[in-house]
């Protein structure tokens, strides 16, 4: 059995890996990328975001994130579409404009239309929206929360569901995988959306976690409960455990035991479609970039050789 295999068959959900456009020149990278035993479903990393795709207002550039759509396309992946919405990696035009709630919803509108457009039957979701919220499950004082108000975030599901009536449609974020203000703020945004007669059909649990501080699985099933109650299916999209270097066995075993916990967690929940590692070897990690000292968070090591927590997550979805 592969990962992805084994998730279809226990479940009929998916197990799938992001990636990214650099990675693809590395040929052995890519011969495992394409091996639809283990991923069934790819997510681009970077380059459907915003500073991608309309770098300058009104002119997009679809050139890279078309590269991983076709690659799904050919392979038989399903394609997550990553993201519409969202604080970073938004081009100066936007960060730097002088907006008013007008104009800049129009900009809003604007973009998701197009870029929706562009990318319709391809995606098997969209973030719609990604990381509103404050952990402490207020909203963030991004520019789309100080110009616009809350009502961005039903604006942006609605425009989505205009431009593809077909394409699953995600709030997406972090921390939001355990009980608490935030995972409570996430079911007030669904609560939200659907206060305004607009659609959301998912909720998105990124999953960055440490090594031996993840939530228990009874704790991520029953928050994954929380958010099915709610009428949205759910899925873990960008899963990685990272430790504190260096690795040692006993941080590699406690690893395969928390990768195995979360998988498990949406095996047990109905309403759990699918799960998504952010990137599958530690050589293309965005971890160690972003917490100095720590890393060794994906399943494969750097040498793209597989590590116990593969086996961790194999066994949680019933394959051998
Ligand atoms: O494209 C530029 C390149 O021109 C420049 O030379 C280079 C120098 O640093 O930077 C390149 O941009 C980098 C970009 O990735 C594309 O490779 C940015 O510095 C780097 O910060 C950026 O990191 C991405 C990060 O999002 C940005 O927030 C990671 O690759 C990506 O994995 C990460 O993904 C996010 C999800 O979208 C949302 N959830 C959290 C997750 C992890 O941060």
Redesign the pocket.
């Known amino acids: 059995d592969g990962l992805n295999t084994a998730a279809v068959a226990i479940r009929k959900t998916y197990f799938g890996t ?1 990636t ?1 456009n ?1 990675e693809l020149t590395d040929t052995a990278y890519v011969t495992q990328l394409n091996n639809t035993a283990d991923f069934g479903q790819i997510t681009p ?2 380059s459907q ?1 915003w500073d991608a795709t309309e770098p300058t207002q009104n002119t997009f550039t679809f050139t890279n994130g078309d590269v991983i759509a076709d690659l799904a396309e050919a392979n038989g992946q399903k394609l997550r579409c ?2 519409l919405v ?1 604080h ?2 938004l081009p100066n035009w936007v960060t730097s404009g002088t907006w008013t709630n007008e104009t800049l919803v129009a900009a809003l509108k604007n973009h998701i239309t197009k870029v929706v457009t562009h990318y319709k039957g391809q995606c098997y979701a969209w973030d719609v929206v ?2 509103a919220l404050n952990e402490d499950g207020t909203y963030r004082e991004s520019l789309w929360y100080t110009t616009i108000g809350e009502a961005y975030l039903p604006i942006a599901f609605a425009t989505a569901a205009a431009a593809d009536s077909d394409v699953k449609l995600y709030y ?1 974020d ?1 921390n939001i995988e355990y009980s608490g203000a935030k995972a409570t703020g996430a079911q007030n945004i669904v609560k939200l959306v659907q206060s305004y007669g607009v659609k959301i059909d998912g909720v998105g649990l ?1 999953a ?1 976690f440490i090594v031996g501080s993840t939530p228990s699985k009874s704790s991520q099933a029953s928050t994954m409960a929380a958010y099915t109650a709610l009428g949205v299916e759910v899925a873990i999209t ?1 899963l990685d455990i990272r430790m504190t270097l260096p690795s040692t066995q006993a941080l590699l075993s406690q690893q395969q035991t928390d990768y195995s916990n979360t998988v498990g967690a949406c095996v047990e929940t109905e309403g759990c479609v699918g799960i998504t590692i ?2 599958w070897t530690d050589k293309y990690s ?1 971890v160690p ?2 917490f100095s000292g720590q890393g060794d968070a994906c399943p494969w090591d750097e040498n793209l050789v597989k590590k116990p927590a593969y086996t961790g997550i194999l066994t949680a979805l019933g394959g051998a």
């Open positions: 992001g990214d650099p990393g970077n975001k990553h993201n969202w970073n990696q990604n990381e997406n972090y990124q960055h960008e952010w990137d965005w970039s972003t």
